[in-house]
């Protein structure tokens, strides 16, 4: 069976038909999520790359049929989204407090 999905300039010229294995930049751009956002996914397990990647910081590729399944389940989006604003509403936490503690060491 083969995917059609309506290529843009967003998902690139695939002459109508996606690739049965995406990459990360793909798979963010038919999720609607920025591509520094799927590794979060996959840490947080809402996504799960193919073929049990070696290391964490490889190339990681996703299959066609998962990405438009979740793509289309409201709940699944919902969730993943609330993942990535709890992500980077924790990391920028983490990056103020540093700051803020770095200021209050060069005025003393």
Known sequence: MISRYKTTSNTGDFNGILPARMDAGLTAKILGFQTNDIPVLVKYGQLEPLG?????????????????????????????????????????????SLREESESTHSE
């Open 52 to 96: 049990k990647p070696p290391t964490p910081n490889c190339t990681k590729y996703f299959a066609r049929r998962q990405i438009l399944e979740v793509a289309d389940d409201y709940s699944w989006l919902s969730k993943a989204t609330k993942t990535i604003y709890q992500y980077w509403q924790g990391k920028n936490a983490v990056r103020k």
